[in-house]
């Protein structure tokens, strides 16, 4: 029983280059969301997703695209890192009110 | 908007001793209310939740939470701490029956806990 699972789980990138996260998930949920965990402000929404090609802007989506092809997968592309892009990042999904998160993605921009 | 706030930044106790962690969340309507846990290094998971009915809530490992509508509260407590709950805590909440609402967050509670 797989999950949600994320890659990588660790990266280091500089700044201005372009970076996928992928987050993937067996359940067949429906709903999935990206999150990013900073000190000082928990975890806030970046985007989310009903179903598949259907996608939608959380609370801090500037510089950050996301696409949705498959119900399984969630891929958060940050198209030119910047350096308040360093955090981690949490994938989750949810068929109903209750979300599931994976292990997380630390993400350092230099 | 909704908004939650968690009063403790940092809480250290000794091994036995009694946690209350405080959560409140601003919203005229009704809610969901979720706390999480997060493990040194490892991701979040669903300590409790609370959508309706008693409004006591048992979850995992010994927690349990009260949500008292006056008070716009849902405090998370447990009678005596371990070592192994030293983690972070978040308090969460979202809009009900309306699968796939994100979840808004508290800003976590460091717990550690001396042995």
């Known amino acids: 029983d797989a999950g949600i699972t994320q890659s990588p789980r660790y990266k280091i990138t500089e700044t201005g280059r372009q970076v996928t996260l992928m987050c993937h998930q067996t359940w067949s949920h429906s709903y999935m969301f990206w999150y990013r965990q900073d000190l000082g402000h928990g975890l806030r929404l970046i985007y989310y997703?009903?179903?598949?090609?259907?996608?939608d802007k959380g609370e801090v989506p500037d510089g950050y695209v996301v696409s949705r092809s498959k119900t399984e997968n969630f891929p958060l592309t940050l198209e030119s890192a910047t350096r308040s892009q360093t955090s981690v990042y949490f994938c989750a999904s949810s068929e109903s009110e209750t979300q599931y998160f994976g292990p997380g993605t630390r993400l350092l921009v230099l | 908007a909704q908004s939650v706030s968690q009063h403790n930044h940092h809480v250290i106790l000794s091994e036995a001793a009694s946690l209350e962690l405080g959560c409140n969340y601003s919203y005229g309507g009704t809610v969901n209310l979720f706390w999480y846990v997060q493990y040194p290094g490892q991701h979040l998971q669903l300590l409790l939740k609370?959508?309706?009915?008693?409004?006591l809530v048992k979850g995992i490992k010994g927690f349990e939470a009260e949500f008292i509508k006056s008070k716009f509260s849902f405090n998370l407590r447990k009678p005596s701490v371990q070592w192994s709950d030293t983690a972070e805590y978040f308090c969460a909440v979202s809009s009900p029956n309306q699968a796939g609402t994100a979840l808004i967050f508290g800003k976590g509670t460091t717990l550690s806990v001396s042995s």
């Open positions: 609370y959508f309706s009915g008693d409004p």
């Open positions: 997703s009903a179903a598949a090609d259907i996608t």
